[in-house]
């Protein structure tokens, strides 16, 4: 037996947003990250149809990029004193996941943060609140999972924590929202979505609901993304749709190690300065992992169908694999996001010397290695690697190596 699950209600489309109107409750409290809705009048918007609701608010506000611990901690006591029925996030990836472990910790003020990452063990919720989930990226697909990445700086370490239970009980899809995203955004962001579809479709956790919305995903994020990123409005309503669709299906056909090296390498240098941004890791470790996986029969066989969706020609799917290969580093170029960790540098941008020096990198290699293969998303990866192998992976995206193993 399998499981399925997503959102009661997913409004979607120009203008969503004003489902807010017709939300049933009392108390809603409403989190966001760094002001960018507040810029935009986004937050104004929904506070306005809120309130033709007839819903009371509480606004916890300034949740950081990569929500630490404390954070969350914080924003459970603000909910606790509150006591929203309502719990609605308003944001890119961060802001969103910070409210989901908050909600975990208002409805079960005892629980420990290492409780709450025990995976698929969450008690139930919806005891006290249910949660609104609202993007303003177009990549992570929060507003549809059944995760929440919150990051301990004391170890340096993003912790997933996984479990249907944060499935929001509704998302809003509106295109108008990503209208205005940076453009540098709109790569990282997208090329996350890209890695979640790619990842989810060679799952050893795929299913027949899984595949087609993952399919559906690569085919439509390779064709609109360079344009989104170009400022072609259509394309980036496309993309926020995609990206949601991509969401659907990891979330419940899981992801595999390119998550895992990206969960486990982005805080590991933050003291050098070089906190590498999920979407930009994903864009450069998901070449290597495709060749590594390709090794495995059915993950190739998979892998030359997403080549067919790509629109990528080749004699077998060997050709296809390369086709592939060939084809993300093409947009990774266009999207100006480097190959390697050795070459990632300020802003994300591509530069001759990194921020990771080579000596740092090689002694923490042993540990970021070992906690990649503890990662969750390790365990649906078609091939499992050992420490060797994952060093040599980490390796290879240090250094942009070709993957002989
Ligand atoms: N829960 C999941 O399923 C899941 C999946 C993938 C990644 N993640 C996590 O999500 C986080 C990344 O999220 P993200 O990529 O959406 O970015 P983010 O939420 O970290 O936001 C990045 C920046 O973009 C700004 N921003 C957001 N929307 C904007 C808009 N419309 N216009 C202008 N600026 C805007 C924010 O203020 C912030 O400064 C990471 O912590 C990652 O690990 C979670
Ligand atoms: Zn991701």
Redesign the pocket.
Known sequence: MARFTLPRDIYHGKGSLEELKNLKGKKAVICI?????KR?G?LQRAEDYLKEAGIETKLIEGIE???SVDTVMNGAKVMEEFGPDIIIAI???????AA?AMWIKYEYPDITFEEMCEVFGLPELRKKARFVAI???S????EV?????I?DYEKGI?Y?IADFEITPDIAIVDPD??A???QK?VA??GM?ALT?AIEAYVSTANCAYSDPLALSAIHTVHNELIKSYNGDQEARAKMHDAQCLA?MA??NALLGIV?SM??KT?AAFDDYGAHI???AANAMYLPKVIAYNAKDPVAKKRYGVVADYMGLTGANDDEKVQAIIKELRRMNDELNIPHSINKYGKDSYPTEEGFVPEEVFLERLPEIAKNAIADACTGSNPRQPNQEEMEKLLKAVYYDKEIDF
């Not at 990250?33 to 809705?37: D, E, I």
């Not at 999972?145 to 990445?149: G, H, Y």
């Open positions: 990250g760094g002001g960018s809705v935009n986004v990029a990569d929500p944001g890119g990836g961060s802001p969103i996941d989901k993007s303003t990226t990549g992570t697909a929060t999972t059944a995760f929440s990445i990051t993003k997933p929202l990503v205005t995203l940076p955004l990282h962001t996350d979640h969401g990891f979330s998550h990206a969960h982005g941004i999920h979407g």
